[in-house]
């Protein structure tokens, strides 16, 4: 069964609903967070909703004249998607802005891009870990791994204080996608002053404090996920129990016809574990490259997966 593509990207869907001076920020940001260019992504009305999931596909049958064929219906489900508020407002202290020889104007951009930049990051690695990574977040993959199919992990075996993971994941509206809440609205809130009062004052009449620049920002988002085969994941990869072709491919295993991943997504050193099984079976003995696929498959590294997933909560 084909997926079905929504031909857009999180950048096309705030591009479409927001100021252009701020899109121009997050096209900058988008850049160096890979699961906002891979994501499909869509801009929703309201910030709680619910979803069909195909929980389990039908079966259908050939028959001979005059005798029945035997059916099985399409076991469908409801999930509820929940888009919660991605805050990146910032303040700043006036004179530290001022006394810049960049000029006030550079460092407020650069105060306001650093804040884009932290929380669409912290929005890739919500994508994984959901609740695990930030209880106030939405729910990620890791909160649906156990209630989606369990067949589509596979557990490396590694114990200790160095475990991560691979996601072997595919997006449209029928596996999974960004949504982004109230109508992919970011809000860009007006670069204020604000008075900081000091903490430290104890009585009505201590006025110590001093301005700040501030701005509100940030926009709702949640993960639509609407498969039980949308996504695979190999945990418990250690550096002794390292990511190889056969973990691989065995998960590649578990994802029945048409519904294949679209990109592998996994840390720098598990890339480089791999890369390293592979130069293990070189027949010339010469390092083998940086993998960028497995069976046609793109690798993608990223930096919202960690190596100590034994502390997430």
């Known amino acids: 069964m084909p997926m079905i593509s929504t031909g857009l990207k999180s ?5 479409v609903n927001n100021s252009e001076p701020l ?3 997050i096209d900058d940001v988008i850049k160096v967070i890979p699961e906002l260019q891979f994501f499909d992504a869509a801009s929703v009305t309201r910030n709680e909703y619910q979803t069909l999931v195909v929980e389990k596909y039908p079966k259908v049958g050939f028959r001979l004249p005059n005798e029945f064929a035997k059916h099985e219906s399409a076991k469908l489900g409801q999930r509820s998607v929940k888009c919660t508020y991605l805050d990146a407002s910032w303040t700043m202290d006036r004179a530290l802005a001022e006394m810049a020889d960049w000029g006030a104007d550079v460092v407020l951009a650069l105060q ?4 884009l930049q932290s929380a669409f990051f912290l929005l890739s690695q919500q994508i994984w870990y959901g609740s695990k990574n930030e209880v106030n977040g939405f729910s990620g993959l890791l909160d649906l791994v156990d209630k989606a199919n369990p067949e589509m992990q596979i557990d490396a075996g590694g114990t200790g204080t160095d475990l ?3 996601f072997a994941v595919s997006t449209s509206l029928d596996t999974c996608q960004i949504a982004w809440g109230s109508e992919g609205k970011f809000n860009e809130g007006e670069l204020t002053k604000v008075w900081l009062a000091d903490p430290t004052n104890k009585t009505a009449e201590d006025n ?3 301005w700040d620049y ?4 940030g926009g709702w988002a949640g993960l639509q996920v609407t498969s039980t085969h949308a996504f695979g994941r190999i945990s418990n990869i250690s550096e002794e129990k390292s990511l190889n072709d056969e973990l691989l491919f065995k998960l590649l295993s578990r994802f029945p016809g048409g519904r294949v991943p679209q990109a592998f997504f ?3 050193r598990s890339l480089e574990q791999l890369r390293s099984s592979r130069s293990a079976v070189n027949a010339t003995g010469a390092p083998a490259p940086t993998p960028t696929e497995v069976a046609g498959i793109p690798i993608i590294a990223t930096d919202a997966l960690i190596n100590n997933e034994e502390t997430l909560n």
């Open 11 to 15: 950048l096309d869907v705030l591009k």
């Open 23 to 25: 899109v121009g920020v």
């Open 112 to 115: 306001m891009k650093t804040h």
């Open 164 to 166: 991560t993971s691979v």
């Open 208 to 210: 110590g404090g001093r």
């Open 214 to 217: 501030g701005q509100d920002i």
């Open 266 to 268: 996994m840390t720098r």
